[in-house]
């Protein structure tokens, strides 16, 4: 599985979003190179299947999970993600038990 070494955060405004998605967190390996896109949809808008293409997962969530993604991201090592069975899957594996926040 790719561990995840820094990620970016997209967040859009107006009634639609951006490409029927509200945020995006773009996941990025230790050279820098793109490993996922997670995008984030309202709770009515339609989400498309988690999907790979070309070495990228795109993975597509309600909003409502967005604080939470952002706080493993922020407080938990390592993290990683991968992609099988059609399914896309961000994972905080072998991290100490009782580790606390950061």
Known sequence: M????SYSVLIHGG???HQNHRA????HDSAGDTL???RFHDADGRCEPDSETGGIIRMHLPAI???GVL?????EKPVEIHF???RACLAAIGAPVGEGER
């Open 2 to 5: 790719p561990a995840v070494a």
């Open 15 to 17: 009634p639609g979003g």
């Open 24 to 27: 995006l967190i773009q996941l």
């Open 36 to 38: 996922a896109l997670l």
């Open 65 to 67: 999970l967005f604080q």
């Open 71 to 75: 706080d493993l991201l922020r407080q």
């Open 84 to 86: 099988e069975q059609g």
